[in-house]
């Protein structure tokens, strides 16, 4: 058997350079996903032959991720001898095609309501053309309306950053455990900026927070 082992965050440093050999794009197999949702998902990870292997619980079902680093088809070898029937998670349709060249008799299925999606960043940046002209009209409302700037959250602000979480955090429903966690691990991806290898932002109207972004 593989020798899996909860996910915790004295792991950064064993598991932050085999991650950066991941085979897929997907938001989830980042270091700070991993560990932002590793509660929420019951993941556990095991390391061999210079490759991670991570499971995850999806609606009380535990399945496998597509492997990290090595060799993908001794991989999914190692995965076939240890876990002969076994359902693998958060993949893209390139990934999915490549899982069924090892297992031609896989069946796929797709979870409603957790797609994946991708930014084109030069549309973003610039707000071009009739479909993003509803958000250039908000930028621009709120440019010619507001006094604000932007910080890097650093150890100088980060406690007011956290206590502005947590008036939101008590504002809200709390009654989702999705949303719960989200508020919980974010709190705790602030006391941890360095160590994740998150950039970030805190937006400021006057001298009042209004928002935050923490950056893969």
């Given at each position: ?8 965050l ?29 509660d ?32 993908l ?48 960043a ?8 009739r ?34 979480l947590e ?26 900026l ?23």
């Amino acid at each position: 058997m593989l020798p899996f082992k909860k996910l915790s965050l004295d792991d950064i440093n064993v598991l932050r350079p085999l991650l950066t050999h991941t085979y897929s794009r997907l938001c989830d197999y980042t270091l700070c996903t991993l560990f932002m949702w590793r509660d929420y998902y019951s993941t556990e990870f095991a390391v061999h032959n210079n490759a991670v292997f991570l499971t995850t619980v999806v609606d009380t079902v535990t399945g496998m991720m597509l492997p990290i680093g090595g060799n993908l088809d001794r991989n999914l070898d190692t995965i076939n001898k240890f876990y002969p029937k076994c359902r693998f998670y958060f993949l893209t349709e390139a990934e999915v095609e490549l899982l069924k060249q090892h297992y031609p008799n896989c069946i796929v299925n797709e979870h409603e309501g957790n797609e994946e999606y991708f930014y084109d960043a030069d549309a973003m940046s610039s707000l071009k053309g009739r479909k993003l002209h509803g958000k250039k009209n908000h930028v621009n409302y709120f440019v010619k309306t507001y006094k604000y700037r932007f910080e890097e959250i650093t150890g100088f602000n980060v406690q007011r950053v956290r206590s502005f979480l947590e008036e939101i955090f008590i504002q809200n429903d709390k009654s989702s455990e999705f949303y719960t966690e989200g508020c919980t691990k974010t709190d705790e991806a602030l006391k941890n900026l360095t160590e994740l290898g998150l950039e970030s932002l805190v937006l400021y109207v006057d001298d009042d927070i209004v928002g935050l972004r923490l950056v893969l």
